[in-house]
């Protein structure tokens, strides 16, 4: 922030003293310059401090007044006068004219040059400059190290917290590669009504009370996407410098060579499966370099029947790269299972990511473990892969049933859920909700929406057709595996039944 008339009112050494206006004396100075025309607003850009030894102020207090207002118009940040030449004091017109229009007057003793001033206001705003520099290269640091460490989204949150504002990065097709801050609807709302798909330049827009600048991402193709920012005020000139820098380094990212990509992908499979067999012989330099580091919490996927392998990891690469670190490799035991290891905070997007894919695959997640046990994340992983069915499951919300459930076969789920057999679906309802509510009647009759008395009922007809004694501990656990086990069969797919005749 430059030098504001107050703040040079305060300098030690130059004596100056604030006469009138003090209400706008917090105005910043953008220049110091001295000028001893009658009319010195043509020579004025707005933010001066205009320095006059007072010649051609006028000699009554109606020009007095007319030559503080001219230069009020003008946006002058101050009016200066030195009491040492023509004058002795300041005119009582130039006084009220200043405290009138809201312009500071400083009163400069014969002690003190202009030049003294001058210089005073010049090397405030050399230090201003000097600390946006230092900020910009320091932002530029920042995000360069993002990038190593987080990709495109790490470059994004990092834009986010240095210009304390919302940042979105659009591919070419508009599709959402990353974002970050907390106004992301806002800004995508912004940019789907106010960009049409022709417009490619960058431009500054705006909503109700925020404004929006919008750059290209481009490279060795004309157009890769867009980087949008949205924040409270104008960016100034060091904010500009980065977003500038943000687009360098994600238009660079988006250009990667096909065989670097290639490259870069095998050896992430190979760090993979080294982890996940227990191998500590991983360099801590390549961790990082896929932005990791050796202590951190992750958490262990592991995707089951994601149809052919390499398309597959070609559709989670692009997904998970456009999402921060990751870690990727198909598991050569079983050929059909995909093994992915992402930083804890991270863990809860791998089933909203999947859910864009064409075909969603069933799949599990871990519960947080450290890097060097993710071989232990992985069994995690498979168990709750296996309880999850058709669905995609958390180990941290599994329970004891689900896990001694999970891996089963269809045969096998079939035994467990072969006493069910006997009752129809209202019933099995019915058994569910009386063993839902531990055996009282009135909760599961609430909840089946029927009068306890028709419950009891059920519950003899249910006793009938099992020949079993449902007060039994026992006997209830069994009923519930027989529950549990038959939700999981109608989660599986069956086979599309035979179109052939019988066999002959």
């Known amino acids: 922030m430059a030098i504001t008339v107050r703040e040079l009112a305060r300098v030690d050494g130059l004596g100056l003293r604030l006469v009138a206006g003090e209400s706008a004396a917090d105005r910043p100075i953008a220049w110091a310059h001295a000028i001893e025309l009658a009319d010195p607003t043509p020579y004025l850009a707005g933010g001066e401090l205009v320095m006059t030894t007072g010649i051609n102020i006028g000699a009554d207090a109606v020009a007095q007044s007319a030559y503080v207002a001219r230069l009020a118009a003008a946006g002058s940040a101050a009016l200066a006068v030195d009491t040492g030449t023509t004058l002795t004091e300041i005119p009582a017109g130039v006084l009220a004219a200043g405290s009138s229009a809201g312009l500071p007057v400083l009163e400069v003793p014969p002690s003190t040059p202009f030049i003294a001033i001058t210089k005073t206001v010049i090397d405030a705003l050399a230090d201003d400059e000097l600390r946006a520099v230092q900020q910009v290269v320091e932002g530029q640091e920042v995000l360069a190290r993002a990038t190593v460490t987080g990709g495109i989204p790490g470059v994004v949150d990092a834009l986010a917290d240095r210009l304390a504002a ?90 990667k060579p096909a065989g670097v990509v290639e490259a870069e992908q095998r050896l992430r499979s190979a760090v993979t499966r080294q982890l996940l067999q227990g191998s500590g012989l991983i360099d801590d330099g390549v961790l990082r370099y896929f932005g990791f580091a050796p202590h951190d919490e992750v958490v262990v996927v592991l995707l089951n029947d994601v149809g052919p392998m390499l398309a597959a990891q070609q559709d989670w690469a692009r997904r998970l790269g456009a999402a921060g670190p990751y870690l990727m490799a198909h598991l050569t035991t079983t050929g059909s299972e995909l093994a992915i290891v992402v930083p804890r905070a991270a863990g809860a997007r791998i089933a909203e990511i999947g859910a864009d894919l064409v075909r969603a695959p069933a799949g599990g997640a871990s519960g947080p473990v450290p890097l060097g046990d993710i071989a232990v994340g992985l069994e995690q992983a498979r168990i709750a892969c296996h309880a999850g069915g058709v669905r995609f499951a958390d180990f941290a919300e599994l329970g004891p049933l689900d896990v001694l459930l999970a891996g089963r076969t269809t045969a096998e789920l079939a035994v467990f859920a ?41 519950m003899r007809r249910i006793g009938d057709a099992l020949d079993d004694d449902l007060d039994d501990a026992d006997t209830r656990t069994r009923l519930w595996l027989s529950i549990r086990a038959r939700q999981l069969l109608s989660d599986r797919p069956h086979p599309p039944p035979s179109r052939g005749g019988p066999d002959r």
Request: glycine fraction near 6%.
């Open 166 to 255: 919302t940042v979105v990065v659009l591919d070419a097709h508009r599709s959402v590669l990353a974002a970050a801050g907390p106004q992301r609807t806002r800004l995508l709302a912004a940019l789907t009504d106010n960009t049409p798909a022709a417009r490619r330049g960058a431009y500054v827009t705006g909503d109700a009370d925020a404004y929006v600048t919008v750059q290209n991402l481009s490279a060795a193709q004309p157009h890769r996407g867009r980087l949008a920012v949205r924040s409270t005020a104008p960016l100034s000139n060091p904010d500009r410098l980065l977003v500038g820098h943000a687009v360098s380094l994600i238009s660079i990212a988006l250009e």
């Open 418 to 458: 072969a006493p069910l057999a006997a009752l129809n679906a209202e019933l099995v309802a019915t058994l569910e909700a009386f063993l839902r509510h531990n055996g009282h009647l009135e909760g599961a009759a609430a909840a089946t929406g029927v009068h306890r008395h028709t419950l009891r009922h059920r």
